[in-house]
């Protein structure tokens, strides 16, 4: 008789039910003929799929449900029993706990956190619990213990341990026991972030979304594998634009060796007088060259700190892979360095600016004027430099202008921004023949005109082409047609040729806009395939939708950017009433802040009446009126910089807008005026 006790006591798992792992509490039996607790297996039935948790039988209507009161009177007895037994009732002690709203396994995640901040030790090789003599060979997480090869036998041959879980040797047996139930923690509560086990999930954490260890491990080492490729990717591109830049800084000091060496042999032969100017040109060079290596040593700087703090991300993401197998690693987190989220470049850089070009062309022009005076003899050249108003130039040499005209054969290429060649150019070459001019010349363009306006600051005290003509009759004085840098001055605005671009060379960055009919005003048509929009009398029969501008007649193109150069093109039936910009799709469409430049989502220049203006965000600028008929437009993501064009024969910038992009950023467009229109143009060299 005193052997019944401990007879009941071997039956404890036949007495617990299989989802709670518990004893059985209101026990019910279904045809199948498992038992469950009421309650767990109600929370597994959905309203329309009926089935066995254990066998997975399926049932076409859900069971009816009594209790099963034979199994419910051994369970009664089995409880009294093992609490004479054992003294406490550890079930009802943590759901008493757990009614007083403590958390079990805050003890776990505290006890996690101290074994992974103590100093690490060299573990001990993990012994047989059976024999403590033999090293282990397998863990079982069923039975909590660690056997040898010859214990492990029971597992392996005897079917009644076919359910039992294996695993490596594990010598932290006790870490893995919940502290609060005595169960093994085999379940993750993603929620809460903590390692729970089967009692904790149906009691605190009851509702919580859960997986395996295995699970969240496996999820986790994908996330890391995945920033430490994304790392090594970043790292790999940073690399290589320090490389790049490494190569622009030893091409940059070469050309400037290379220029240095051209400016010295012009000024060899008037060192006497000139040595002054030959300084000053040199330091021009250097200020371009000290300019180009100030950017490139700010960008290898932060590069540099970008691969350096990669790198120790880097670090720490193999540290705590090196850890996965602790319980330290499952609760780690890692956030990646910002520098990971951008693409690393190599800037554009070059010695060919405005300055350098008209530094080579004012020493070429007065290197060969110099040549035809000193040919001359001594009375002759007095001649030539009669006496008249002397002026001083560069406060060493007294000289009378009036008589030294500008050849046209000598002109410097017309581009002056951002040149593609780092040689002189023709105007150059032809510089050194020494050709005495011609008394004919050529009647030079607007653009030469223009471009001789830019060095007039350093030859007109030397060289005076505008007097060229001084002498002859006005009768032959030829007649120029007024050309568009004079219609433009008409106007009030100038032609700024120093700062004009080859449309070739915006071309290389056209892109092909159509526009969006889901933004068109209703007053707003569209035609050619969505490439034109015209200010229509009556509405238009669009169907409402919330992209749709309702207040003012505008419309936003269906491509947005937010990175590289774009360019586009449009043409204006009339620069009145007329608005081209840039937004962001969040702009407003409804209320009376959504024009364009009326808020701080939207840029444009706008044309109303005789007024050209920039807006943004409600701040109007004024600038000078172009009255083009085509508008181009550069954006540069990058640099955050949208510049506006006045096109004709090449691209005349009139205004810019500077702005970080912090979304895709759309072309946009107002038209007020009946009858208004606009059209993207196709863009061909």
Known sequence: ????????????????????????????????????????????????????????????????????????????????????????????GGADLCA???????????????????????????????????????????CMASFCTEHLRPHRENPNFRLHQLSEPLGDLTERICPQHHKLMELFCVQHDRIICSFCLQQVHQGCSFSTLDQHRHTKESNFRRNLDLLDGKIEKNESALSQMRDIQGKLKDAATTRKNVLSAQFQQMRDMLDCEERGSLSVVDQELDRGQVKLRDLTKKFTQNVERMSKAKEDILSLLGKSRTQAFLQASFDLPPAANFDPYAPRLSLDSAKMKATH????????????????????????????????????????AGHLPL????????????????????????????????????????????LKATFSGSLENVLDPSKKDRG???????????????????????????????????????????????????????????????????PTNYSDCPERFTVCSQVLASEGFI???????????????????????????????????????SWCVEWFNVKLSAWHDSSETLLPNPNPKRVGVLLDCEQGIATFYNVMDRAYPFHSFVFPLTEAVYPAFWMFSSNSSIALCKLQA
């Open 472 to 538: 002859r009759p006005a009768a032959e004085k030829p007649k120029e047609k007024p050309g568009k840098a004079e219609q433009a001055a008409a106007a009030g605005w100038t032609l700024d040729i120093a700062t004009a671009e080859k449309r070739n060379d915006l071309i290389q960055y056209g892109r092909v806009l159509t526009l969006n009919p889901k933004t068109a005003h209703k007053r707003i048509a569209l035609s050619d395939n969505f490439t034109g929009a015209t200010v229509s009398d009556g």
């Open 563 to 601: 990175r590289g150069r774009h360019y586009w093109e449009v043409k204006l039936s009339s620069s009145n009433f007329i608005g081209i910009g840039l937004a962001y799709k969040s702009m407003d469409r409804k209320g009376p802040s959504s024009r364009l430049g009326r808020n701080a989502q």
């Open 361 to 400: 062309a004012f020493a070429a022009v007065l290197k060969e004027h110099l040549a035809d005076l000193f040919k001359q003899p001594l009375e002759a050249r007095i001649t030539i430099l009669k006496p008249g108003d002397p002026v001083i130039v560069d406060n060493f040499t007294r000289v009378t």
């Open 1 to 92: 008789m005193m052997d019944a006790p401990f007879s009941l006591m071997s039956l404890e798992d036949e007495l617990s039910c299989s989802i709670c792992l518990s004893p059985f509490d209101c026990p019910v039996t279904i045809p199948c003929g498992h038992n469950f607790c009421q309650d767990c297996l109600l929370s597994t039935w959905d309203k329309d799929t009926y089935s066995c948790p254990q066998c997975r039988t399926q049932f076409a209507t859900r069971p009816e449900l009594k209790k099963n009161t034979v199994l419910s009177a051994v369970v009664e007895t089995f409880r009294m029993r093992s609490s004479k037994s054992e003294g406490t009732d550890l079930s009802g």
């Open 100 to 142: 007083e709203g403590t958390d079990p396994c805050a003890e776990v995640t505290g006890l996690s956190t101290e074994l992974s901040t103590a100093p690490k030790t060299k573990q001990a090789a993990v012994r047989c619990d059976t024999c403590m003599e033999a090293a282990a060979d397998q863990t079982c997480l069923t």
């Open 407 to 450: 050849p046209e054969s000598i002109m410097p290429p017309l581009k002056l921004k951002f040149p593609r060649s780092h040689s002189p150019g023709p105007g150059l070459a032809k510089a050194g023949q020494n050709k005495k001019p011609q008394k004919q010349v050529k009647k030079p363009s607007h653009e030469e005109k223009a």
